[in-house]
């Protein structure tokens, strides 16, 4: 392959993988897709290719849409132990933002809800929502109808606004407040100020500190409440879980708020917020390794501010 060939494709590399991770919420996987698209890129007959750029995002959407078709990623995401992997802020990976949905579109929530839609209806959703493609040219990516197209989108778009915890935009500032407040929270010994921080309706999905082998759920303020206060309640097991005592940084994680645990320069676990109102809506409690390895390495290249506490 020559290298105008090699360029045009790195020209469009940065986009094609944030479509992907939109499309399959894991960055592991999303880089595996490209990197399936640059190989098909490479045996293709390009000469014959008129518009480049549409080949390849059809090419890509397609690859996704099979990888979220596929049996083992049924199996793995139906075990109930699946969560998007967490992208720091600035992530390349993370893709548009200029516009509300753009950065709506990347958010934990909406990846977690985006489980709930057929590969088809994900794909075109994000298109539209993500990339502002229009209905006819997403008809011929996904080999569909423009008003199927239609359809899929408003299905989806309709599902994610019902289901939807909190969607208020949060500036790195507002972002610190929340956090410093929540952490004083937890770690006060009272739970009652941690329920007053939180919506009504308000919901927590966690990992379990990665070892669970489903999600723990909740979806009471009582009980989310007494869950973030046992979480962050210091025992021995947990530092030596931990691998010492960690320190709590502010973080953007996915356009949220998060509070990042770190040991010695190392992330390992994450809490992201969904805000509205003021108030928390959602937690996302994130620690298993493999989900937070690339959030690892750009925090290797971040230079974050003081954390707010360490002692734990």
Same mark, same amino acid.
């Given at each position: 392959?020559?290298?105008?060939?090699?360029?045009?494709?790195?020209?469009?590399?940065?986009?094609?993988?944030?479509?992907?991770?939109?499309?399959?919420?894991?960055?592991?996987?999303?880089?595996?897709?490209v990197?399936?698209?640059?190989?098909?890129?490479?045996?293709? =007959?390009?000469?014959?290719?008129?518009?480049?750029?549409?080949?390849?995002?059809?090419?890509v959407?397609?690859?996704?849409v099979?990888?979220?078709r596929?049996?083992?990623?049924?199996?793995?995401?139906?075990?109930?132990?699946?969560?998007?992997?967490?992208?720091?802020?600035?992530?390349?990976?993370? @893709?548009?933002?200029?516009t509300f949905?753009?950065?709506?579109?990347?958010?934990?929530a909406?990846?977690?809800?985006?489980?709930?839609?057929?590969?088809?209806?994900?794909?075109?959703?994000?298109?539209?929502?993500?990339f502002?493609?229009?209905?006819?040219?997403?008809? @011929?990516?996904?080999?569909?109808?423009?008003?199927?197209?239609?359809?899929?989108?408003?299905r989806?778009?309709?599902?994610?606004?019902?289901?939807?915890?909190?969607? =208020?935009?949060?500036?790195?500032?507002?972002?610190?407040?929340?956090v410093?407040?929540?952490?004083?929270?937890a770690?006060?010994?009272?739970?009652?100020?941690l329920?007053?921080?939180?919506?009504?309706?308000?919901?927590?999905?966690? =990992?379990?500190?990665g070892?669970?082998?489903?999600?723990?759920?909740?979806?009471?303020?009582?009980?989310?409440?007494?869950y973030?206060?046992?979480?962050?309640?210091?025992?021995?097991?947990?530092?030596r879980?931990?691998? @010492?005592?960690?320190?709590?940084?502010?973080?953007?994680?996915?356009?949220s708020?998060?509070?990042?645990a770190?040991?010695? @320069?190392?992330?390992?676990?994450?809490?992201?917020?969904?805000?509205?109102?003021?108030?928390?809506?959602?937690?996302?409690?994130?620690?298993?390794?493999?989900?937070?390895?690339?959030?690892?390495?750009?925090?290797?290249?971040?230079?974050?501010?003081?954390?707010i506490?360490?002692?734990?």
């Amino acid at each position: 392959m020559d290298s105008a060939a090699i360029d045009r494709f790195e020209a469009s590399r940065g986009r094609l993988a944030s479509l992907a991770y939109r499309l399959l919420g894991s960055a592991a996987d999303a880089e595996d897709a490209v990197q399936d698209l640059f190989l098909r890129w490479q045996a293709a =007959d390009r000469e014959r290719i008129e518009a480049p750029e549409a080949w390849l995002t059809k090419v890509v959407t397609n690859l996704c849409v099979d990888r979220l078709r596929s049996a083992q990623t049924r199996h793995e995401r139906a075990a109930g132990a699946w969560l998007p992997e967490p992208l720091l802020e600035g992530d390349p990976m993370l @893709g548009p933002a200029e516009t509300f949905e753009q950065r709506e579109s990347v958010s934990l929530a909406v990846l977690i809800l985006m489980e709930r839609l057929s590969p088809v209806e994900r794909a075109a959703y994000v298109l539209r929502e993500a990339f502002s493609y229009p209905h006819a040219e997403i008809a @011929g990516f996904l080999g569909i109808s423009e008003s199927a197209s239609q359809q899929h989108v408003h299905r989806a778009r309709r599902r994610i606004t019902a289901e939807r915890r909190g969607s =208020d935009e949060v500036d790195a500032a507002s972002a610190r407040r929340i956090v410093e407040e929540f952490l004083a929270a937890a770690t006060s010994g009272r739970t009652e100020r941690l329920v007053a921080m939180l919506t009504a309706d308000a919901t927590a999905l966690s =990992d379990g500190y990665g070892l669970a082998r489903r999600l723990l759920r909740y979806s009471t303020r009582e009980r989310i409440a007494a869950y973030v206060r046992a979480g962050f309640r210091p025992t021995p097991a947990k530092r030596r879980l931990a691998g @010492g005592s960690p320190a709590f940084h502010v973080a953007l994680v996915n356009g949220s708020p998060a509070v990042l645990a770190a040991v010695g @320069g190392r992330v390992v676990g994450a809490v992201a917020f969904a805000i509205s109102n003021g108030k928390v809506a959602s937690l996302h409690g994130i620690a298993a390794a493999e989900r937070l390895a690339r959030l690892n390495e750009a925090w290797r290249q971040h230079e974050p501010d003081a954390p707010i506490t360490t002692a734990w």
